[in-house]
Structures are given as C-alpha cells and as structure tokens.
C-alpha cells in the first residue's frame, strides 16, 4: 500500500468515527427529546426547534436526530407494539427514560437498517447506563435483543454487523 492510499484509509476511517460519534450525539439527544414529549406533551415541531436552537446540538448529526425524533412521534404506536409484546410489566410502568430509549432503538432496528444490530444494542445500553435506572441497561438489552431477532433474523444469524 502506498502512502497516499494509507492515508487516504486513515481518513476514511476518521471520517467514519467522526459520523459514528455524530450519530451517538444524535441518538443521545433523540431520547431526550422524547422523554421531554412524554413528560410535557411538547409539539413534534417545538419539540425540535427548542433542541435546534440549544448550544446542545453541536456535534450531533442533525439530520438523523431529526430523522429519529420525528420518526419515532410518528410510529410511537407501532415501535410500542414491538417492543410491549416481549415486556415482563405493562409498558406505562416503564420510566419514561427507558421507554424514549425503546423507541429510538426500535426504530433503528425497523426503518434503519443501515445500521446494524449490534450498533442498535450497543448504544441503547449504553444510554440506559448514562440515564436510565442502575440496572435499567440489563433489562433493555434484553428486550431489544428480542426485537431484533424479531426484525432482523437474518442478520443476527449471521452474526454479522449489518444486513
């Protein structure tokens, strides 16, 4: 490999953490979002452009955060479908923290299927962990891991990282 293609790797590779920690950024301000409409029933388009005009937004992919908040204000009725039928409690017990969590990764799981499962699990447990209850993360991954058997058997057999 020449140098210039070395580098050119090495940018690439930069390029795509920086979008991937972007997206996280997005991901992390999504759930916020939506547990601000659950808690205060704030319109979708308020909702948004309360968090645009915030200094918060600042690294975030904005598009997907969009993307996501609206998506999932959207389909709120079916992503709870998804996910309530493999709940051990009613679904109004969940912590608003935890349901803003499921939504998002449902959605990810259903409509974003750029980005793989493990991605999915990996950073809804991970904002369990930031916001949620102490044990809060055990119990979403384990939920999550049973919608996405449920949407995506393919790739979880495979053991793959995308589609």
Known sequence: MSD???MANQSSRAEQRNLANQR??????AV??????QISETDSGDLLNQFHADETMDGA????????????????????????AHLDRPEVQLDPVERAIML??????????DVPWRVVLNEAVSLARRFGAEESHRYINAVLDRVA???????????????
Request: charge should be positive.
């Open 149 to 163: 058997r449920e949407l995506r058997p393919a790739e979880m057999q495979s053991g793959g990282n995308s589609r």
């Open 104 to 113: 998002v990764a449902v959605y990810e799981l259903r409509e974003r299927i």
């Open 24 to 29: 996280s950024r997005g991901r992390s301000l």
């Open 4 to 6: 210039r293609e070395h």
């Open 32 to 37: 916020q979002a939506l547990y601000q409409w």
């Open 61 to 84: 992919d904005r598009e997907y955060f969009d993307a996501l908040v609206r998506g999932c204000l959207a389909e709120a009725a079916s992503l709870r479908a998804l996910y309530d």
